[in-house]
């Protein structure tokens, strides 16, 4: 015998369900414990016997009131093989805030959309298909007061009972701060068994964030768990309180009435004006997420924020250079000439400092980009690219893992990769975690900033904007082109949170923007560090034997001997250069200190591997030297900027000369446009770097697409760099 239990608000016609499926013999009892009315009655449906209770009507499933704890505690105690959730259709949105509790919850549930006759005479009409895919779970219309729809919700709950149930997969996003603290609880929480007998691991996280009281006395049994949960609350609590002025229990409420608002977007049409609270948003996005305007507006905000970003750090970028090259003067005037002093001026200070140096510009962009965030504008977007998204075989959510990654630049794709969990569809999801790795991604962005310094300093947000959207163009292309490989099956409904906008606050905003940017200053203090020094080894060592660097001394000997005592002392000393001899002097040792550092170089184990791929990079206009960058690059996409700028700090030593890593481009690597674009493009499209394939690895459960990113996306990454070398020169 199965039994059905009847849920839903009071008032949407609960119990007159009930009497129609009972013909009204029912059993009144009180629930074990409590006196709250349960309703009780066996019937018979197609041979098929069955329970059916009445449960107490509430409007959500938080134990505000008996009512409440008793539904609650009946659904997770009793388990009854179906729910049947009783919602009036006049009033969706508020119904279907239980709703989702009960899918946060695991439990089975057979939607009654009742009142259906009220709905109809106030002119709301309902796509109840299209909801029903939505929501994942089987709609029957019903008028209960009428006793129509009856028996096809008893036909669809048979439906639903002899189909194999799995779990359903139910997950809101409750932005970056709440599911950050969820990702980290939620594991806790299995691990240690805690409450997991009764209820799904992730939910009992988002109830210690909601202060469920119920829940908080059941796991004071377990004292450690316990505290450990309370403290990342409290945690929680106090950053949103500094950056949002919002508890984790409002906020978390925001997102689920987010979550319902998109549901009902395009679901339900109703011709009376919604009164609720977001109604204002509603009104907002009417303009941005228009069918014409909306999408120019996105690609106009996204300029903006180039413009901003650019502008804003400008000077900073150019400060910090100054520094770090103060620092390599100090070091050089100190230091005698040798191994010590290679490695702290070009191992650490042109690595390190090459990618620490694009640090205010990392900063102003997660600044814009948490403007987007805070107000509620970024899921928008996610909204209005759905659209497009399902012409290339993904959708709305695949525009989440994007944006994650990277999609306006400054992300990271290891998260991106993640975020793709929240996508339904085996196949687009696949997909998406494939692809997101080709947006600009904050260790790409300092790569793409030092070319566009270089080769475009005149119209820097056009080119930043356009390799964002060539991005997400071959990202979608690549989507289109797997697509074609792998199986086809259904696209998967896509939901996505509309929270209502918010005005951002500039404390909220600043704080963003700087947990983000330290973590990028942290990885270049800790990560980069290590690979640079790692890389400076291999660009050093082996060393040139002696009787080359004989050739060298002579050499230097006899420039030296062309020239005065005078002119040599001279030029040898601290002070202000002026005579013509001296500098002329200083010029012809120098040339050859470059170019034994460039034998020097050349020789090493790195400057080996660069040369060994030379004879084919060359096609792409990849020299040896941009050889070694880009192999570091697998390592991590920073190891590109700061390899650059070993390998070409190493053929110079006076650092007074020295320029920046930007004007060396241009002047002593002999690029042109031709070799700033197809690096572009190579860095686009080839490997994600190490981190991401081992999460790759992980979220698609193989190697094998992991080991695909890596030579695959490589091989792509090399023959689109030749096309565009080759056209160009
Ligand atoms: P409960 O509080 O959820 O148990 O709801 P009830 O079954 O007591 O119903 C509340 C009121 O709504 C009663 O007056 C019902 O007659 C009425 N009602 C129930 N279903 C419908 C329906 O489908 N259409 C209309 N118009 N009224 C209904
Ligand atoms: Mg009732």
């Not at 900033?449 to 292309?477: E, H, K, Q, V, Y």
Request: aromatic share 10%.
């Amino acid at each position: 015998m199965h039994t059905i239990a009847i849920a839903g608000n009071p008032n949407c016609g609960k119990t007159s369900l009930f009497n129609n499926i009972t013909g009204a013999n029912y059993h009144v009892a009180n629930y074990p414990g409590v006196t709250v009315e349960k309703k009780e009655s066996k019937i018979t449906h197609k041979g098929q016997e069955y329970n059916i209770v009445d449960l107490p009507g509430t409007y959500s499933l938080s134990p505000y009131s008996l009512e409440e704890v008793v539904a609650r505690d009946y659904v997770v105690g009793e388990k009854p093989d179906v729910v049947v959730d009783v919602l009036d259709a006049s009033n969706l949105e508020r119904n279907l805030y239980m709703f989702v509790q009960f899918m946060e919850l695991d439990v089975p549930v057979v939607m009654a959309l009742n009142m259906m006759d009220v709905a109809k005479k106030r002119n709301i009409s309902i796509d109840v298909k299209s909801l029903s895919q939505k929501l994942g779970v089987p709609i029957i219309e019903t008028v209960a007061r009428d006793n129509q729809g009856t028996s096809l919700l008893l036909d669809g709950i048979a439906d639903f009972l002899a189909t194999k149930r799995k779990d359903n997969n139910f997950r809101i996003s409750y932005g970056q701060d709440i599911d950050t603290a969820l990702d980290e609880m939620t594991p806790l929480v299995e691990k240690t068994n805690f409450l997991t007998d009764k209820y799904p691991a992730r939910w009992v996280a988002l109830k210690y964030l909601e202060n469920d009281e119920q829940v908080h006395a059941q796991g004071a049994l377990d004292v450690s768990t316990h505290k450990k949960l309370l403290d990342i609350t409290d945690k929680l609590n106090k950053h949103l309180k500094s950056t949002l002025k919002i508890t984790a229990e409002n906020l978390i409420a925001d997102y689920r009435y987010g979550f319902i608002n998109s549901i009902l977007k395009g679901v339900v049409f109703s011709e009376e004006s919604s009164t609720n609270r977001l109604f204002w948003s509603d009104k907002i996005d009417m303009v941005l997420t228009h069918r014409l305007i909306g999408p120019l507006l996105m690609i106009a905000f996204l300029y903006g924020i180039y413009e901003f970003t650019f502008w804003a750090s400008e000077y900073p970028v150019a400060w910090l250079d100054i520094v770090f090259q103060w620092l390599s003067g100090v070091i050089d005037v100190n230091l005698k000439d040798g191994l010590l002093k290679s490695l702290m001026i070009s191992g650490i200070i042109d690595g390190v400092g090459g990618v620490l140096g694009f640090a205010p510009l990392i900063l102003f962009m997660f600044f814009a980009i948490a403007i987007m965030e805070d107000s509620g504008y970024m899921a928008r977007t996610a909204y209005m690219l759905d659209r497009v998204f399902r012409i290339f075989g993904l959708q709305g959510n695949s525009v989440v893992a994007y944006i994650v990654s990277g999609g306006i630049a400054g992300g990271c794709a290891v998260p991106g990769v993640m975020a793709a969990r929240t996508i339904k569809g085996e196949k687009e999801r696949l997909i998406t975690i494939l692809t997101a790795p080709f947006m600009p991604c904050g260790a790409k962005l300092p790569i793409y900033a030092l070319i566009i310094a270089a080769f475009f300093d005149n119209n820097r947000s056009t080119i930043m904007l356009a390799i964002t959207l060539i991005s997400w163009l071959l990202a979608l292309t690549v989507a289109r082109v797997l697509g074609s490989f792998i199986i086809k099956e259904e696209s998967s409904a896509f939901v996505m949170e509309l929270p209502p906008y918010r005005m951002p606050t500039l404390k909220g905003l600043t704080i963003h923007a700087w947990e983000r940017c330290w973590m990028y200053v942290r990885k270049a203090g800790t990560v980069i560090l290590a690979i640079s020094i790692l890389l400076w080894v291999l660009m050093t060592f082996p060393a040139l034997h002696d009787d080359d660097l004989k050739v060298f001394e002579n050499k230097l000997t006899q420039v030296e001997s062309k020239y005065s005592k005078v002119v040599i002392l001279e030029a040898n000393s601290d002070k202000e250069v002026v005579s013509e001899e001296t500098i002329k002097f200083r010029k012809e040792i120098n040339e050859i200190d470059n170019e034994r550092a460039a034998a020097g170089l050349k020789h090493s184990v790195a400057g080996r591997v660069g040369q060994f791929f030379e004879p084919v990079s060359k096609y792409a206009g990849f020299d040896w030297k941009t050889n070694i960058a880009l192999i570091g690059g697998i390592a991590a996409k920073e190891v590109v900027v700061s390899s650059l700028g070993t390998a070409y700090s190493m053929g110079e030593v006076d650092v007074e000369e020295s320029s920046s890593l930007s004007e060396s481009l241009v002047t002593k690597s002999g690029w042109t446009l031709a070799n700033a674009f197809s690096m572009i493009i190579f860095i686009l499209l080839y490997s994600p770097c190490f981190v991401t394939v081992v999460a790759i690895a992980k979220e698609t459960g193989s190697w094998k697409w992991a080991g695909f990113t890596i030579v695959g996306y490589t091989l792509i990454a090399f023959i689109a760099s030749v096309a565009v070398y080759q056209l160009m020169i």
